[in-house]
């Protein structure tokens, strides 16, 4: 596939943004554990928040196609930032531009996709991960609200996000059909953040526990109507798959040009190591894997953009590349050898930022799951 001027304009610029302002300070982020507010702004200003929001409300208009391009670009700077902006972009935006009304639309889109706001999606509970259609937490009815308890687990940005959209189980007896959407602002009394996971990676990025106790909301912060919780989820997944496809190739790249570099200046036996044909055949390996996967990502978004479907395609996307990104950055560790597990160089921690992208958004099972359905 070919970009158009506008498209290669707008990586471009996310591109000289990332590895100005994300790539130098991403090996501090990790070990501080620090969400980059600065950088977030900055991501912001380029109208990264937004991508595919129309401009009506607040967003750049853009398509499926350039959001694979700016987070790829955002990944390639630092893992972690570019998924809290993934999430923001897609599920939570997605889901206010299908289904949210206008008052909806004018309070909430309008600051996520201008970076006032960074969204959190409240779906995977403790006991309930990939089987969404067993939830625990539910929203009671009560006079002119609702009344949210239960717990959810591995949030992202469940702390430093402003607003969540949480699904919960308005009727017990419905089961798929008994659960809603709901808009939850973070500062609303009863949202409790319970814990911050420590994790393997992605630190710049805060993973939550959330408790909901009593948590209060008004009626008008439904999203749809009753019911429509859980195809409101499942829908928004579909985008979410394309976005974390495009983090993994953004991890990978990254990894593969550290691996790249050192090899032409590493010298063994009287040359530069890539001239030994095991390391040049590897890294030609790696090439060629992110390429391939970076051409599943772009037909998927190309199908979407068209309205067309393309849920097998975007698992299919997400499946090859988050995988994919695991062997590159194994493949690069190995280039660099003993380098390559300490923290002086880059690719352990992009190794560590990367493995999740098999987990979240469905895992790698779930993919294959999608996929086999769609051949059946």
């Given at each position: 596939m070919l970009l158009t001027p506008d498209q290669e304009a707008i990586r471009d610029a996310v591109r000289a943004f990332a590895q100005a302002e994300l790539w130098p300070h991403a090996a501090q982020w990790d070990r501080e554990h620090h969400f980059p507010k600065a950088a977030h702004q900055g991501l912001a200003a380029l109208g990264a928040y937004g991508i595919c929001v129309p401009e009506e409300h607040g967003g750049a208009g853009l398509d499926y196609l350039t959001l694979a391009l700016v987070l790829e670009e955002i990944a390639a700077g630092d893992g972690g930032t570019s998924t809290a902006i993934s999430v923001t972009n897609c599920p939570v935006n997605a889901i206010l531009m299908r289904y949210g009304n206008a008052a909806q639309k004018t309070r909430w889109l309008e600051p996520l996709a201008q970076g006032q706001m960074l969204g959190a999606f409240c779906l995977t509970e403790p006991h309930v991960g990939s089987d969404a259609s067993a939830l625990r937490t539910t929203a009671r009815r009560d006079g002119d609200g609702y009344v949210i308890d239960g717990v959810k687990q591995f949030i992202t940005s469940g702390k430093n996000g402003q607003v969540a959209i949480v699904i919960a189980v308005t009727d017990k007896g419905a089961g798929k059909k008994g659960m809603s959407a709901f808009l939850v602002p973070t500062d609303t009394p009863g949202y409790q953040v319970a814990r911050l996971e420590d994790k393997l990676g992605q630190h710049s990025s805060d993973t939550a526990q959330i408790n909901f106790e009593g948590c209060r909301i008004p009626a008008d912060?439904?999203?749809?109507?009753?019911?429509?919780?859980?195809?409101?989820?499942?829908?928004?997944?579909?985008?979410?798959?394309?976005?974390?496809?495009?983090?993994?190739?953004?991890?990978?790249?990254?990894?593969?040009?550290?691996?790249?570099?050192y090899a032409k200046q590493r010298e063994s036996f009287g040359q530069p190591i890539f001239q030994?044909?095991?390391?040049?055949?590897?890294?030609?390996?790696?090439?060629?894997?992110?390429?391939?996967?970076?051409?599943?990502?772009w037909h998927a978004a190309s199908?979407?953009?068209?309205?067309?479907?393309?849920?097998?395609?975007?698992?299919?996307?997400?499946?090859?590349?988050?995988?994919?990104?695991?062997?590159?950055?194994?493949?690069?560790?190995?280039?660099?050898?003993?380098?390559?597990v300490v923290n002086d160089f880059p690719v352990e921690r992009i190794y560590r930022d990367v493995r999740v992208c098999q987990i979240y958004e469905g895992t790698s099972d779930v993919q294959k799951i999608l996929i086999a359905r769609a051949l059946a």
């Open positions: 912060h439904l999203i749809g109507a009753e019911g429509e919780g859980y195809k409101i989820a499942l829908g928004a997944l579909e985008g979410g798959r394309i976005g974390i496809a495009a983090q993994s190739v953004g991890m990978a790249r990254s990894a593969f040009e550290a691996a790249l570099a030994h044909q095991a390391v040049g055949f590897r890294l030609a390996d790696c090439a060629t894997q992110i390429e391939a996967a970076r051409q599943l990502i199908l979407r953009d068209a309205g067309l479907p393309c849920l097998k395609e975007a698992a299919m996307a997400k499946l090859f590349a988050s995988e994919m990104a695991e062997r590159v950055c194994s493949a690069a560790i190995q280039t660099l050898g003993g380098y390559g």
